[in-house]
């Protein structure tokens, strides 16, 4: 039996949306205020999603302290209370939008997880305004 099993973490993080090379009008008209060159924060909410069939010993997907630590120490710990484009080392060369940040985790988290599990990544960036990723 399949089904999926889902923890909540948080974090927050500022970042600056932009692109090298760009001028600050050319980087505002595309990011917006997003391209503050002074940076701006979030408040982050993640979503990780574990599929997999039910151990029948356990009763369990997965292990949900499992999950929690490696979400802790992949996500929480690095991200939080950062600046992602300054301190993050995945973001000093990739343009940190809720999409990328969204990718950036699900690999983090997949080169953790047994690959028997299929990981669904939901990151929203304010209340309106999330990613969905499944690899």
């Known amino acids: 039996m399949s089904l999926t099993v889902y923890r909540r973490a948080h974090f927050n993080a500022a970042h600056r949306l932009f692109?090298?090379?760009w001028s600050d009008e050319k980087n505002y008209e595309v990011f917006g205020k997003c391209s503050n060159p002074n940076?701006?924060?979030h408040n982050y909410e993640l979503e990780v999603g574990v599929t997999g069939d039910v151990d029948p010993e356990t009763g369990f997907v997965i292990d949900l302290s499992l999950l929690k630590a490696i979400i802790k120490e992949e996500v929480e710990t690095?991200?939080?209370?950062?600046?992602l484009n300054v301190e993050v080392p995945e973001f000093m060369e990739l343009n940190p939008t809720v999409e990328n940040i969204a990718i950036v985790i699900w690999k983090k988290l997949s080169e953790r997880l047994n690959e028997k599990y299929q990981i669904t990544v939901k990151l929203y960036e304010t209340p309106r305004n999330f990613v969905v990723y499944t690899g």
Do not use: C
């Open 78 to 83: 690095p991200f939080d209370h950062k600046n």
């Open 19 to 21: 692109k090298d090379g």
């Open 39 to 41: 940076y701006h924060g």
